[in-house]
């Protein structure tokens, strides 16, 4: 079963906006990571954010973990059309290296 | 060149027959993956390697196999294909220490 569960599934909005997806988790994690996936291709990571941190930022990519409510939001800042893509969330369990991958929130970027 | 690459890139076959994707490194990784992409339900593991003695299931291995030939290099094998297994594969890699994953561009598999 799948680790992960993004919300919303879908999301579309105007270029220069800001787009927010959730990710929650189910069991204890070692780190929770954000990946992109351009239509049908490979997947590009874009974050990771270890259990003990609140708060990571990367260019116009914000994420937070809420380790108490098992939950993650990824905030894309000022949003560019170069950025519709599929954006999935990924755990590491505690005494595990691997990822388990939630089902991805689809983001539409219009011009 | 890309670091992670996987041939065949696509791939029609039928049902019955076995099939072999390969995937290749150059990141000098010990950790390689197979995951495969069913839509709306994100990646799944396939099979995992943490070094080339080791391989081990994942979450849906039944009707895969694989073979890690060399540091660099993880095969997935599908010994009769079947209609559903029809998806998109990824061959993805990792440093030890961290848990960032690489991935390769996917394979597209058609089992007709």
């Known amino acids: 079963s799948q680790q992960g569960e993004e919300d919303p599934q879908a999301l579309s909005i105007q270029e220069g906006e800001n787009a927010t997806m959730n990710c929650s988790y189910k069991t204890s994690i070692n780190n929770l990571q954000w990946y992109r996936q351009n239509s049908g291709r490979g997947l590009v990571h874009l974050i990771l954010i270890r259990s003990n941190e609140r708060e990571k930022h990367s260019g116009r990519l914000r994420v937070t973990l809420d380790t108490s409510k098992k939950s993650s939001s990824l905030l894309i800042t000022a949003s560019r059309a170069a950025d519709t893509a599929s954006y999935f969330c990924a755990t590491v369990g505690v005494n595990d290296y691997k990822l388990s991958f939630g089902a991805g929130t689809t983001v539409t970027v219009r011009a | 060149d890309a670091d992670v690459t996987q041939t065949p890139r696509n791939r029609i076959t039928k049902t019955g027959k076995r099939i072999m994707l390969e995937c290749s490194q150059t990141k000098g990784h010990d950790r390689m993956y197979w995951y495969r992409q069913d839509p709306g339900l994100g990646l799944r593991l396939i099979y995992y390697?943490?070094?080339?003695?080791?391989?081990n299931k994942g979450e849906i291995s039944d009707g895969y196999s694989v073979s890690r030939q060399a540091q660099a290099k993880f095969s997935l094998s599908l010994e009769s294909a079947i209609p559903n297994q029809t998806a998109l594969y990824f061959c993805?890699?990792?440093?030890?220490?961290?848990?960032?994953?690489?991935f390769g561009p996917g394979t597209r598999l058609t089992v007709l």
């Open positions: 993805a890699t990792s440093d030890f220490r961290v848990g960032e994953q690489f």
């Open positions: 390697s943490f070094d080339v003695k080791d391989i």
